[in-house]
């Protein structure tokens, strides 16, 4: 991988060291000035039917060049995941879930959580991870945002060239979650004061938290790092629910949007069953008018 972010449209890609050039998949003729579209297959959600190292066969032999996973690569070994990638490019991951998604913000879990960084860091450098979604963990209590700042704020000096994510979960999804919306996963970059850390965009939650999904991306746009796609409502394949992607995926890139698009949805059946929505992007003229 390239070790200098690549310019496009005018931005910087939020993902450090990760060219924006990976894949065949286009955006709608309308913005497909030799621009092209990313698609990263989640591999959390993606192909769970199988043991993680065949998942990334599976995500190859489905067209994907780019994949991004949960703790899986500390589960089964970073070096296992690196031997096991082949031409496939990583996007990020997490670092340690647990049963409570994380402890970044969890009172009285500070050592546990710079050891869970600390190794996410030391995976996400041997499997050539652009990125670490740093999990926050389930707290109400005031001061969540500004001990998850503050591991965050550790972690780019520890790793500034990696990219460090928060992502808003929503309430529906993740009760007690640390961090649920758009404005909060801001105000925690706001309080650690670095320039790697950003915003998780995953439009699933966002539009469950909050809705208005492309006036947040609009006005958090400086802030995003990375964005994950799901149903509207029934986080299946992004074709099925409330969201309609033919409209918002080109808004992202005509904002100014270069980096991977994250595929982070349940099947309805199986991923290559489902995959027609990803499919329409590659129509010259671009997905139809709803998706």
């Not at 190794?119 to 999990?135: L, P």
Request: glycine residues 8%; aromatic residues 6%.
């Amino acid at each position: 991988m390239s070790s200098q972010p690549s310019e496009s449209h005018g931005r910087v890609s939020p993902l450090m060291g990760l060219p924006t050039r990976f894949d065949a998949l286009t955006c709608p003729a309308s913005l497909n000035e030799g621009r092209l579209m990313i698609f990263s297959a989640n591999l959390g959600f993606l192909w769970t039917d199988r043991p993680f190292l065949e998942r990334l066969v599976a995500a190859r032999s489905a067209g994907f060049t780019m994949v991004e996973f949960h703790d899986q690569a500390q589960q089964v070994g970073p070096e296992a995941v690196r031997d096991a990638l082949g031409d496939l490019k990583v996007v990020g991951l997490n670092a340690r879930m647990g049963e409570t998604s994380g402890v970044a913000a969890m009172p009285g879990r500070e050592a546990e959580a710079r050891a869970d960084i600390a190794e996410a860091i030391a995976a996400a450098r041997t499997v050539g991870a652009g990125a670490i979604h740093v999990v926050s963990g389930l707290a109400d209590d005031p001061d969540r945002h500004s001990r998850l700042a503050e591991r965050l704020a550790e972690a780019s000096a520890e790793a500034p060239e990696l990219t460090f994510l928060v992502e808003p979960l929503c309430r529906q999804a993740r009760p007690g979650y640390a961090v649920a919306s758009v404005e909060e996963a801001a105000e925690v970059i706001r309080l650690a004061g670095v320039p790697n850390v950003k915003i998780m965009f995953d439009c699933y939650h966002v539009q469950r938290q909050s809705g208005d999904v492309l006036a947040r991306f609009r006005e958090h746009f400086d802030d995003i790092g990375h964005v994950q796609i799901a149903g509207g409502l029934t986080r299946q394949e992004p074709d099925r629910g409330e969201l309609n992607y033919a409209f918002l995926l080109p808004a992202f890139v005509e904002a100014g949007y270069t980096g991977p698009i994250g595929c982070e949805y349940t099947p309805a059946t199986t991923v290559e069953a489902g995959l027609s929505w990803r499919d329409a992007f590659t129509a010259p003229a671009g997905p139809p008018a709803s998706l």
